[in-house]
């Protein structure tokens, strides 16, 4: 049980500590490149500033208005007209929002507001406009050319279009203006073909080509961008712009917005919305009673005709057979004949009403159908009462009937009509305007300070996804741990970074002579990794054959020069005798470390000029001495194999305690595989986060192939920092030094 408990902190441990390195390897990519992160972040923001000062400032216009829910009647009187005239019904929000929104309100807007003609001054691309709203001065009239650029708009210039009439295929199409002497103009298509010349105030045509401009003030030579727009892309370009909502759920009240650019225009452009939405919604509400007036006087002449006819044959009738009165039961059946026909043609002119507005499967024009056929049946039973009566009183039934139908029938049309007359004039729409456009005194949208917010976060997360690209697409060794794990070869010392190294770089760089680390601060971290390099040299070299040690690398620009010679300082400094070969007979360069001339070394020897004790140079540190490349051969890889640069190793091995061997990169050249067969042991340096895997062991593997075992690596310009960062604890470096203190 307790060996569970063991086992589950354990776990615990380790799952922490993971997590705690994947955090520190975070923050330490994040320091290392902190300023790409810095200066991506930093360019996000100053491209938020560039928008800020480019951008054109957007302006809102706003109206409210009231859409009621039912439409009351103009007079209570009209209540039985209600069906015909469409007084009494519900009116949807939705449908409302749906007609500000089509092409009725919005075509008719555009055609008369000019939406769909663009005129405007041409301005230098990118920067012009907010150049031309930053310097002009509206006093001083159209501004003198910056730079001499005269076919650009610089402040001052206006342009007004009334009409454009363009060919079919040109709608869309940007067309140039530009504006010449004493009012006159001259228009290019986008191939700069000219295509019509006018003056201003008078209309220019030519072929499929039309236009009228009412007002141009500008230099001589501006240009200006006319386009005339299709109706489909008009529409867009304002509906882009143009939104109506309801302001509060089943409120009736729709808020609706326009914004652009222009704050004056804006405003104009939506109160004519405002007002063309209802003055169609009125015209609308009367275009029924309109519709059935019309319907009406119509149909009263000829029923003014038909009274008179039956007035004329009763009274004639009645002439001819003398003073005929009805009995009480043939009024009876005379009053219910007048009332069904009067039903049947009131019902008739309802229906012919309605044809105008539903087709004759519709519920309403049925029903009235089926009242007419029962109207027709009861008048069939009261017709054969009448056929009772003597054919005297059947006559007169006859001809009293048509008068009294035909009477009432021209009074009711007459009645309605003149009740039609007074709704018309009376009617209102079932919605209102209860605030007209207002445009806001400020600009609409984003404010400079969140412009600048968002850009400054928008870089840091394009820093962070290049970050991650370049993470991903290099892989590279960047700890020892890594080495070891590929290529199961020890790591025998690990080289922090030195600013101090990096400062004498700087120093010695042109000087006649140089500068040790090992020398002017032995104290520094690097020089104390080499101090341990130096005990774990002293072992590895016990069982070698030859008291030689190989330093060579992978590819160029690792250190390991600066290992070299600071290795043999520090040897040195031990009391053994310490000699240092320039092998790089390609690139050397140590001896100008020392202040040591090149000349007379490792190329005279093999060329048989000079002997060991000339070329063997002492430096300034005790027990430390220097063998030059001589002067650069043309052929380096043959002096290296030629048998008395081994007898040069083999009689420098024998007057020294310690030889070290600087060569050039096996991976460039093979020297260092030539050299690796005549020393005691080879070491390779790696440099931090500059390796892919497969180059160490390609590198080994070389080696290898020529006979040279590499004996262990060792890692340079370790980022201590970074490590720490990255690995916790295990990357710490722990300082001990002397201390002058008593």
Known sequence: MEQQNL?????????????????????????DYRWLIAVVTLLGVLLGAAWTFIARPEYK????????????????????????????????VAAEQEILNSRMILDKVIEKQRLNILAEPRYFPLI????????????????????????????????????????RDMLDEKLTLISLENGAFEIFDADDVSVIKGVVGKRATAGNYSIFVSDLNSRPGTQF???????????????????????????????????????NKIGIVLDDILNTYVRQNVDRRSAEAESTLAFLERQLPEIKRQMDVAEAAYNSYRQTRGSLDLNIETQSVLQSLVEVDNQIVALRQERDELRQYFTQEHPRIQAANARIEQLKQRRAQFDSSVAKLP??????????????????????????????????????????????????????GLKPIVILAIGGVLGGVVSLVIVWLLRTLRVVIESPDEIESRLGLPVYASIPHSEEEVELAKRNKGAKSGEL???????????????????????????????????????????????????GAVLAQTGKRVVIVDADLRRGHINKEFGLKRESGISEFVAGEVKVDDIVKPTAVPNLWIVTTGQIPPNPSELLMHLRFEELLEKLGERFDTLIVDAPPILAVSDAAIIGRNVGATLMVARAGQHP??????????????????????????????????YGYRGYVYKYSYSTKK
């Open 7 to 31: 086992s589950s902190e354990a776990r615990s441990t380790d799952d922490q500590e993971d997590s705690g390195l994947a955090l520190g390897e975070a923050i330490s990519v994040l320091i």
């Open 128 to 167: 012009g406009r907010a150049v031309v709203n930053s310097l002009y001065n509206k006093e001083q009239g159209v501004a003198a050319p910056l730079l001499g650029l005269n076919s650009f708009a610089w402040g001052g210039e206006t342009i007004k279009v009334d009409s454009l009439s363009v060919p």
């Open 61 to 92: 216009a706003s109206g409210l208005i009231q859409v009621e829910e039912k439409a009351s009647a103009a007079l209570s009187g009209l209540k039985e007209l209600g069906s015909l005239m469409g007084l009494a019904g519900d009116t949807t």
């Open 693 to 726: 895997p497969r180059e160490l062991e390609q590198a080994v593997k070389r080696l290898r192939q020529a006979g040279v075992f590499v004996k262990g690596f060792v890692f340079n310009d370790l980022d201590m920092e970074r490590q720490r960062y990255k």
């Open 225 to 263: 961008r006319i386009i005339r727009y299709s109706s489909d892309q008009a529409l867009e370009d304002l509906s882009k712009k143009y939104v109506v909502k309801e302001r509060g759920k089943k409120s009736g009240i729709l808020d609706i917005s326009l914004q652009g650019k222009d704050p």
């Open 517 to 567: 680390l090992a020398v002017t601060n032995p104290d520094d971290d690097a020089i104390e990794s080499l101090r341990s390099l130096r005990t774990t040299i002293h072992f590895a070299l016990l069982d070698a054959q030859r008291n030689s040690l190989l330093i060579t690398g992978p590819s160029p620009g690792l250190g390991k020069s600066f290992i070299s010679k600071n290795l």
């Open 391 to 444: 054919d005297t009183q059947q006559e007169v039934l006859r001809l009293a009937r048509d008068v009294e139908v035909n009477t009432a029938l021209y009074t009711n049309l007459v009645n309605t009509a003149q009740q039609l007359r007074v709704s018309k004039a009376g009617t209102v729409g079932d919605v209102r305007i209860i605030d007209p456009a207002a445009v806001s005194s400020q600009p609409v």
